[in-house]
């Protein structure tokens, strides 16, 4: 059920080094950016939707522009990031700590599981008008739904790869007298790294999501918000700045998180095979 | 996974001792809800406490303006869900097995994979409309990514020699693909059937909190808008239970009927 996101490596010119691999590389990432470009621009002169409904690519990049240089653009992206990386921040410590204590130790493990298991599979983005009630229109609210969305992929993976660590690994280090404490710290959690990597690559698509989403639902600042007021003012154009930019933000973190990632595997399998 | 998320082991000992923990965990719960909101920690008019969320609960299943909404957006998630496992499961197999097709879809689905699905709900509202079109098509978005990648890891990982086997016993391709690569591959999708589930539910949840004019998200936002808090938290639990439960049938069905499944699901 922890599914496995996009392996970075399947396209397998992308190993390749040097120069040529490079520009294979260039043109395996530019390709669906060209491709969706040219949709737009094609479908946008077709005539099958008006310029109002579906702007063409150069009408959106002037938007873009005019709004870079008024400011706006900038502040909405850096509140938006702000509470993408706090979420994530947040429910990776969380989800981290808790999963090792439910994974290794029996009592936590019964006691959360009925809770997590309900609470897993449930949409969470139902309880955001409830999480407004109880944390306001601002920050609060918008963290809590990206942590919520984000916290439950690497719980699930931090158990499931905790439970698994290699016993033998655990009865080494507790017979030369590492504490309990110690064991979870410097033998459980670097085994199960590889693991609770690939469920927090899931979180951070949730705390993306869940962030983006609930500045459209209710709120006040974010790139979220500023999809919505254009939408509810018809700036068309404005609507799809927003939607490029979180799609662009959303690209760029899953890229830098495969490159931590393959920085902090480099010693696994997982590492060199991946990223 | 979500029934059995530890997995580990020393996990499974039956007994009554052993269901003394979990109905603790549910208990001390549920009793920090109850109490908070009655000591004035939290605001009885923000959090209500879990009793009268309970009274509530009845209150919206009885509601017929809730079950008809219920209804649409069954409706609308089926349709887009359906869509998605007849679209998603033959391109994933494909790009198992050919070469080509893996080349030009990969990249499309590494750079979509980081998308939030949802963000695109104001737009193909702008470009289709608010109705049915808009949300179906959104379900498909979010169903898609997780179902194509699990029908091609379950199809890549197909061990050569069967579909050798078939192919020299007189298969062709295409009835390799359906009745030996397709089986093999089914325990991957089916997990990936299973995210794709969670995943879409969010999306149409997150899209009818949008667009606000039907469904089970229209009517939670209805009661926000009136400041209703009780029924906001009772319906939000409703809705906590429904994905809850479809994920439970999901698995029970699946277990039942394909018993030779081994492994989680």
Same mark, same amino acid.
């Given at each position: 059920? $922890?599914?496995?996101?996009? @392996?970075?490596?399947?396209v397998?010119a992308r190993?390749r080094?040097g120069p040529a691999g490079a520009a294979v590389k260039a043109f395996v990432y530019a390709y669906p950016v060209v491709?969706?470009?040219?949709?737009?621009?094609?479908?946008?002169?077709?005539?099958?939707?008006?310029?109002?409904?579906?702007?063409?690519?150069? +009408?959106?990049?002037?938007?873009?522009?005019?709004?870079?240089?008024?400011?706006?653009?900038?502040? *909405?992206?850096?509140?938006?990031?702000?509470?993408?990386?706090?979420?994530?921040?947040?429910?990776?410590?969380?989800?981290?700590?808790?999963?090792?204590?439910?994974?290794?130790?029996?009592? $936590?493990?019964?006691?959360? +599981?009925?809770?997590?298991?309900?609470?897993?599979?449930?949409?969470?983005?139902?309880?955001?008008?409830?999480?407004?009630?109880?944390?306001?229109?601002?920050?609060?609210?918008?963290?809590?739904? #990206?942590?919520?969305?984000?916290?439950?992929?690497?719980?699930?993976?931090?158990?499931?790869? *905790?439970? +698994?660590?290699?016993?033998?690994?655990?009865?080494?280090?507790?017979? =030369?007298?590492?504490?309990?404490?110690?064991?979870?710290?410097?033998?459980?959690?670097?085994?199960?790294?590889?693991?609770?990597?690939?469920?927090?690559?899931?979180?951070?698509?949730?705390?993306?999501?869940?962030?983006?989403?609930?500045?459209?639902?209710?709120?006040?600042?974010?790139?979220?918000?500023?999809?919505?007021?254009?939408?509810?003012?018809?700036?068309?154009?404005?609507?799809?700045?927003?939607?490029?930019?979180?799609? *662009?933000?959303?690209?760029?973190?899953?890229r830098?998180?495969?490159?931590?990632?393959?920085?902090?595997?480099?010693?696994?399998?997982? #590492? &060199?095979?991946?990223? | 996974?979500?029934?059995?998320?530890?997995?580990?082991?020393?996990?499974?000992?039956?007994? @009554?001792?052993?269901?003394?923990?979990?109905?603790?965990?549910?208990?001390?719960?549920?009793?920090?809800?109850?109490?908070?909101?009655?000591?004035?920690?939290?605001?009885?008019?923000?959090?209500?406490?879990?009793?009268?969320?309970? #009274?509530?609960?009845?209150? /919206?299943?009885?509601?017929?303006?809730?079950?008809?909404?219920?209804?649409? &957006?069954?409706? +609308?998630?089926?349709?887009?869900?359906?869509?998605?496992?007849?679209?998603?499961? @033959?391109?994933?197999?494909?790009?198992?097995?050919?070469?080509?097709?893996?080349?030009?879809?990969?990249p499309?689905?590494?750079?979509?994979?980081?998308?939030?699905?949802?963000?695109?709900? %104001?737009?193909?509202? %702008? =470009?289709?409309?608010?109705?049915?079109?808009?949300?179906?098509?959104?379900?498909?978005?979010?169903?898609?990514?997780?179902?194509?990648?699990? &029908?091609?890891?379950?199809?890549?990982?197909?061990?050569?020699?069967? $579909?050798?086997?078939?192919?020299?016993?007189?298969?062709?391709?295409?009835?390799?693909?359906?009745? /030996?690569?397709?089986?093999?591959?089914?325990?991957?999708?089916?997990?990936?059937?299973?995210?794709?589930?969670?995943?879409?539910?969010?999306?149409?949840?997150?899209?009818?909190?949008?667009?606000?004019?039907?469904?089970?998200?229209?009517? %939670?936002?209805?009661?926000?808008?009136?400041?209703?808090?009780?029924? /906001?938290?009772?319906?939000?639990?409703?809705?906590?239970?429904?994905?809850?439960?479809?994920?439970? $049938?999901?698995?029970?069905?699946?277990?039942?009927?394909? @018993?030779?499944?081994?492994?989680?699901?």
């Open positions: 059920m $922890v599914a496995r996101p996009v @392996p970075a490596s399947l397998d190993r080094r491709l969706v470009l040219v949709a737009w621009e094609a479908v946008a002169r077709s005539g099958l939707f008006t310029a109002f409904t579906l702007p063409p690519p150069g +009408r959106v990049w002037e938007r873009a522009r005019a709004m870079w240089d008024d400011g706006t653009l900038l502040d *909405a992206s850096t509140v938006t990031l702000g509470r993408i990386l706090l979420s994530f921040g947040l429910a990776l410590v969380a989800g981290v700590t808790l999963g090792l204590l439910m994974g290794r130790v029996r009592a $936590v493990r019964l006691m959360f +599981r009925p809770v997590v298991s309900f609470l897993f599979p449930t949409p969470k983005v139902a309880i955001y008008p409830a999480l407004v009630i109880l944390f306001g229109l601002g920050t609060a609210s918008k963290v809590a739904m #990206g942590f919520a969305e984000a916290v439950f992929p690497i719980l699930l993976a931090t158990i499931a790869a *905790a439970s +698994r660590v290699e016993p033998r690994m655990v009865w080494s280090a507790a017979g =030369l007298g590492t504490s309990r404490a110690g064991i979870l710290v410097r033998v459980v959690l670097p085994a199960a790294l590889p693991g609770i990597l690939t469920g927090a690559r899931i979180g951070l698509v949730g705390a993306i999501s869940g962030v983006f989403v609930a500045e459209l639902i209710v709120a006040a600042d974010g790139l979220g918000h500023a999809m919505a007021i254009g939408y509810r003012t018809l700036a068309t154009a404005d609507m799809y700045v927003a939607v490029v930019l979180i799609c *662009a933000i959303g690209f760029v973190l899953d830098l998180f495969l490159l931590v990632r393959a920085r902090l595997l480099a010693w696994s399998p997982e #590492g &060199s095979a991946d990223g | 996974m979500a029934t059995e998320p530890a997995g580990g082991a020393g996990t499974a000992r039956g007994g @009554p001792a052993a269901l003394l923990p979990p109905a603790a965990g549910v208990a001390l719960l549920l009793l920090v809800w109850e109490v908070a909101p009655r000591l004035g920690l939290v605001r009885p008019t923000s959090v209500p406490p879990f009793s009268e969320v309970l #009274g509530e609960i009845g209150a /919206v299943l009885t509601d017929p303006a809730f079950g008809s909404e219920v209804a649409g &957006s069954a409706y +609308r998630w089926g349709l887009g869900f359906a869509l998605a496992v007849l679209i998603g499961v @033959p391109l994933g197999v494909v790009m198992a097995r050919s070469r080509l097709v893996r080349h030009a879809v990969e499309v689905l590494t750079m979509s994979y980081p998308v939030p699905k949802v963000a695109l709900t %104001l737009i193909l509202v %702008l =470009l289709f409309g608010a109705g049915t079109t808009s949300r179906v098509i959104i379900v498909v978005l979010a169903c898609l990514i997780p179902i194509v990648i699990a &029908s091609f890891h379950g199809a890549g990982a197909v061990e050569p020699w069967l $579909v050798w086997s078939a192919r020299g016993l007189g298969g062709g391709r295409i009835g390799t693909l359906a009745r /030996v690569v397709l089986p093999a591959a089914l325990p991957q999708i089916l997990s990936g059937v299973r995210m794709a589930i969670g995943v879409s539910i969010f999306a149409l949840m997150a899209a009818e909190l949008m667009i606000r004019q039907s469904g089970i998200g229209a009517y %939670l936002f209805t009661y926000y808008d009136h400041g209703d808090t009780l029924r /906001v938290w009772a319906t939000a639990a409703v809705i906590a239970a429904i994905g809850f439960l479809l994920d439970a $049938v999901y698995v029970r069905a699946v277990r039942r009927g394909l @018993p030779w499944l081994e492994g989680e699901i």
